[in-house]
């Protein structure tokens, strides 16, 4: 089994910048409405939001359903080698850092950045 991500995003290419210059990501595959980005085995895709139906009955996305509660009740996370590495590529490109690094009482250090359309993030290592 492998496992893959994808995301409803506003902004293709601002997201698409997010992943590659702030988390190191690699673009693979670029299309009008789609994207996907790798990083070693985590891979991640990127939808255009515009291509959902605007709102609609039933368990499927809207745009409607996708904008009101972007990742509520998920929290993606990225288990790296070199957090310190990592905190400070998503601080010199230019983004923000909503909690910063911290040593969890479960033996793990983490910081969370938002991604452009507000997806939780959660970046952590074990501690050296």
């Given at each position: 089994m492998?496992f893959?991500?994808?995301?409803f995003?506003e902004?293709?290419?601002?997201s698409?910048r997010f992943?590659?210059?702030?988390?190191?990501?690699?673009?693979?595959?670029?299309?009008p409405?789609?994207?996907?980005?790798?990083?070693?085995?985590a891979v991640?895709?990127?939808?255009?939001?515009?291509?959902?139906?605007?709102?609609?009955?039933g368990?499927?996305f809207?745009?409607?359903r996708v904008?009101?509660a972007?990742?509520?009740?998920?929290?993606?996370?990225?288990?790296?080698?070199?957090?310190?590495?990592i905190?400070?590529?998503v601080?010199?490109?230019g983004?923000?850092?909503?909690?910063?690094?911290q040593?969890?009482?479960?033996?793990l250090?983490?910081f969370?950045?938002?991604d452009p359309?507000?997806y939780?993030?959660?970046v952590?290592t074990?501690?050296a």
């Open positions: 492998s893959r991500i994808e995301r995003v902004d293709m290419d601002a698409i992943y590659e210059h702030a988390l190191g990501f690699t673009l693979e595959r670029r299309e409405d789609y994207a996907s980005l790798r990083r070693g085995d991640l895709g990127l939808e255009r939001l515009a291509k959902l139906p605007l709102s609609g009955e368990p499927g809207t745009q409607e904008s009101t972007r990742g509520a009740g998920v929290e993606v996370v990225l288990e790296v080698d070199d957090l310190d590495a905190t400070r590529r601080r010199d490109a983004y923000a850092v909503a909690e910063p690094v040593r969890r009482p479960w033996g250090r983490d969370r950045p938002a359309d507000g939780y993030l959660r952590t074990q501690w």
